[in-house]
């Protein structure tokens, strides 16, 4: 069986050349595992056009939620009620979400944009909304209604 490393004379360009392999191949593993980061590290929260006699007016509910993910990628999977009583349709509901460890401490926060319209003095589901990446821990959800924005805007 061959070594990975050889002590021979004259060994010392291939040693390099499979350490420089290995630097290659680690390097294009960062990269890769990083590039998700770069590409939606940009990514901030929503630009907010809301109207605060809209949003006043709205009822967000939280139904239901589990984490998905099996322990590798975790993401709170929810089911939300809203509730409009204003006369006319909103749409870009927005809320912000904070998640909680096992002893009540805070382990992540953020925001959430849900698609679709609510029509006046209607209520509507949104049903299987994945609201982002959470920490490993979270055991605890809260939300809170942040904006709306009128449907003829």
Not at 88 to 99: A, F, Q, W
Request: proline share 5%; with cysteine.
């Amino acid at each position: 069986m061959t070594p990975l490393l050889s002590c021979k004379p004259g060994a010392a360009r291939n040693n390099r050349a499979w350490f420089g392999l290995g630097l290659a191949r680690a390097a294009f593993t960062v990269l890769i595992m990083l590039l998700p980061l770069l590409l939606l590290g940009g990514c901030g929260a929503p630009e907010l056009h809301a109207d605060a006699a809209l949003t006043r007016n709205v009822r967000l509910e939280l139904v239901d939620w589990h984490i998905v993910g099996l322990w590798v990628i975790n993401c709170p999977n929810c089911w939300f009620r809203v509730e409009n009583y204003n006369e006319v349709p909103i749409k870009n509901v927005t809320l912000r979400y904070k998640t909680y460890g096992y002893n009540g401490e805070l382990l992540d926060t953020g925001t959430y944009t849900m698609d679709g319209e609510v029509g006046p003095g209607r209520a509507k589901n949104f049903i299987e909304q994945y609201l982002g990446l959470v920490n490993l821990e979270s055991d605890m959800l809260s939300v809170e209604l942040v904006s709306v924005d009128a449907e003829n805007h």
